[in-house]
């Protein structure tokens, strides 16, 4: 819950799962982490589905989650909901291992001005606010922007290395008055992040080297939801378009442009039992160059 992050002191979404009994989280970097469910964990874990508010936030060109690149405000998640075991029936693909389901906070309840600002054990800062208003028929509409820095990882002698983080991320959410079952949202994110790292290299006669990597994220999404009452329950439709870049400097490029649509109708229970049907489309388009 909000309540469990806020004691915790996490200051990014994996530092909050590390208080989930059965999700295995390792810290590989300055901004980097592995995270998975039942065992199955790694900076990659394809068997794990993460999304944010219904998005998928899986990115095909390495199959798995940049977690460095997903820099969401800590202050606006209203709960983290994990299933840890298979799910792809009502989850969909890459629900093998578990599922992790991030779900922000309504607009209504970010009202106000917010400014939040922490420093780490290096000395880097984390710096975000947040503007939040009514609307005069009733809608709720919020702001943010982000900036974080992290320091670089230091061996043994105490050595920084080269592995360091840094990067803004902005949005908006707007959520329909509060009336019935009938109600919409819409919300939309940009980022852009740059990450440093030295790769280790398979040993040669004997010796390891290491090769300078710097990668640059960037991206943007727009998600749009719409509820109403239906045959005596409740219907859904979500669709999103989201872009992400990235970009292995003097290495390659890769980009990846997503087009989702989800129709879910849960019928009114009968007895003890009770029915859901969707149907769901997704595109995904994948272009890849090297240099």
Aim: charged share 20%.
């Amino acid at each position: 819950s909000a309540e469990d992050i806020r004691r915790s002191g996490a200051r990014s979404i994996p530092e909050a799962l590390r208080e989930v009994p059965g999700v295995n989280v390792a810290q590989i970097g300055s901004a980097r982490w592995a995270v998975g469910v039942r065992g199955a964990q790694g900076r990659f874990a394809n068997k794990l589905l993460v999304q944010v508010d219904g998005r998928s936030i899986y990115n095909p060109l390495f199959s798995g989650v940049f977690w460095e690149a997903q820099d969401i405000l800590i202050e606006d998640v209203e709960r983290i909901e994990v299933v840890r075991g298979p799910g792809a029936s009502l989850w969909g693909a890459n629900a093998v291992n578990g599922i992790i389901n991030i779900v922000t906070r309504k607009a209504a309840a970010t009202q106000g001005s917010l400014v939040a600002a922490s420093v780490d054990d290096g000395g880097r800062p984390v710096l975000a606010a947040r503007q939040g208003i009514t609307l005069d028929d009733g809608s709720a509409f919020r702001i943010f922007v982000k900036g974080a820095e992290a320091a670089p990882f230091r061996s043994d002698d105490g050595h920084a290395r080269m592995d360091q983080a840094r990067g803004t991320q902005t949005g908006f959410r707007m959520d329909s008055p509060m009336a019935g079952s009938d109600g919409w949202m819409v919300q939309g994110n940009a980022y852009r992040r740059t990450s440093s790292e030295a790769l280790m290299t398979l040993p040669v006669f004997g010796s390891t080297g290491r090769i300078p990597l710097n990668l640059q994220f960037d991206g943007a999404n727009l998600l749009g939801r719409y509820s109403w009452g239906l045959a005596g329950g409740e219907a859904r439709l979500q669709t999103y378009i989201d872009r992400q870049r990235v970009e292995v400097i003097d290495g390659g490029l890769g980009t990846v442009n997503t087009f989702d649509v989800d129709l879910q109708h849960r019928l009114a229970p009968v007895g003890a039992h009770e029915l859901m049907w969707g149907l769901g489309f997704r595109y995904v388009q994948t272009e890849i160059l090297s240099r």
